[in-house]
């Protein structure tokens, strides 16, 4: 097998693999760009598959800068025109299609689903979706209490704050409520 047959195996087999397993090499995502194995994989399959006509019909005749060349000016247009229509479509999906992450909820409210210790998990609500995540928090809280999100570590927990900490503060049950003036 030639190089051009193995590019051209790679490429569209990796290029099936992203689409058929989805989301198992967003990995790659972040070493590189959004999109960018089934652009890279694309651009493998084009070139493999154009260097595999022209050396089928120039044969031997041609030089190895043409014989690489061709195929991979059409490699680049073929990943630039795939890295177009992944943006294109990535644009065009609903919002509330991408999952929410932690980091996306600093700054809003959540709701505490219990709370022990200064640990608890709470449920955030945005754009339609509804995510239940553990949270702590050095203020005292308690089920069916809203909460204000200060920050979001590297495991998805929540750091979050009582919404109401600086206006009122809790008042201990054996203290009678202060006087209204």
Not at 22 to 42: E, I, Q, Y
Not at 79 to 93: D, F, I, K, Q, Y
Request: glycine share 12%; with cysteine; aromatic share 6%.
């Amino acid at each position: 097998m030639s190089l051009f047959m193995w590019c051209a195996v790679l490429g569209c087999g990796a290029l099936a693999l992203s689409l058929l397993l989805d989301g198992l090499f967003d990995g790659l995502d972040d070493l590189l760009f959004d999109g960018s194995l089934p652009v890279l994989a694309c651009a493998l399959g084009v070139f493999g598959a154009v260097g595999m006509g022209v050396q089928a019909l120039a044969g031997e005749r041609l030089t190895t800068p043409v014989l690489v060349g061709v195929p991979l000016g059409f490699a680049v247009v073929a990943g630039v025109v795939t890295r177009a229509v992944w943006v294109r479509l990535r644009r065009s999906m609903p919002r509330n299609a991408i999952p929410l992450t932690a980091g996306e909820l600093v700054g809003s409210e959540v709701r505490v689903l219990w709370w022990k210790n200064g640990r608890g998990e709470v449920m955030a609500t945005s754009r339609g979706h509804q995510l239940t995540l553990p949270a702590r928090s050095d203020d005292l809280l308690r089920g069916g209490a809203v909460a204000w999100v200060v920050d979001a570590t590297a495991d998805d927990t929540l750091i979050v704050g009582r919404i109401d900490s600086s206006e009122a503060p809790m008042q201990h049950p054996e203290q009678p409520p202060a006087p209204a003036d």
